[in-house]
């Protein structure tokens, strides 16, 4: 039988993709500990949605205000009065786009980790299905592992079970982890902050849905 390692720290928005990370990661570790972040988002129902989520599967929940990451940077996800990007431009990011928003998280998150003696980090982001995000993306997750370890003198573990799957493989994850309800009625992944299958209208809403559809067509043959 394969040991699970000691404890993990999972940077966890409520959203379809950390949640699946969440219970991967209870899977894969014997103590989880959930961190869960205020930084100026529109809908901070999802903080909500994450504590429920984490308190129902038995988890530790931490929330930690960060709004310097909305306050100096202008988006859609932050500031209001910017309509949403429906798809991403040719030449530009989407303006759902918050720049350097999991550089922060995952920074705080391995000094918050560090303070308790754990160096395995677990987040959702992935290349596959990256929305034109930057920091969603390999090379960067492997170059900000190097400078952590080399800021702190550790070695710490980022740990990205989606980054090479796209919706629908997450999907699948979410049913071979035996969450798929929960994912599917409990998460927030909207970013008009809809719970469940959300708006239906937002890149978000629309990319899960996409996966989901993909996903449950294949399961039928």
């Not at 999802?46 to 989520?53: F, L």
């Not at 980790?113 to 993306?137: H, N």
Request: glycine share 8%.
């Amino acid at each position: 039988m394969e040991m699970k390692r000691d404890k993990a720290v999972v940077v966890f928005s409520g959203g379809q993709d950390s949640t699946t990370c969440l219970f991967w990661a209870l899977k894969n570790f014997k103590h989880v500990i959930a961190l869960c972040f205020r930084y100026g988002q529109k809908h901070v129902r999802e903080v909500d949605v994450a504590r429920s989520i984490a308190d129902n599967a038995g988890v530790e929940f931490f929330e930690m205000d960060m709004p310097l990451i909305g306050a100096i940077g202008r988006n859609s996800l932050t500031d209001a009065s910017l309509k949403m990007d429906a798809d991403k431009p040719e030449d530009s990011f989407p303006n759902t786009f918050v720049p350097g928003r999991n550089l922060f998280f995952l920074s705080i998150a391995a000094v918050f980790a560090r303070e308790r003696g754990i160096f395995d980090l677990v987040t959702g982001v992935s290349q596959t299905d990256f929305s034109g995000y930057p920091d969603c993306r390999d090379s960067f997750i492997r170059s900000l592992n190097v400078s952590l370890n080399l800021a702190m003198d550790e070695q710490f573990v980022i740990h990205t079970p989606l980054m090479w799957k796209d919706k629908a493989r997450t999907w699948e994850l979410a049913d071979e982890l035996g969450v798929f309800d929960i994912i599917r009625t409990q998460t927030l992944t909207c970013y008009n902050g809809i719970p469940g299958d959300g708006c239906g209208e937002c890149p978000a809403c629309r990319l899960r849905q996409r996966g989901l559809d993909q996903y449950l067509s294949r399961k039928k043959k």
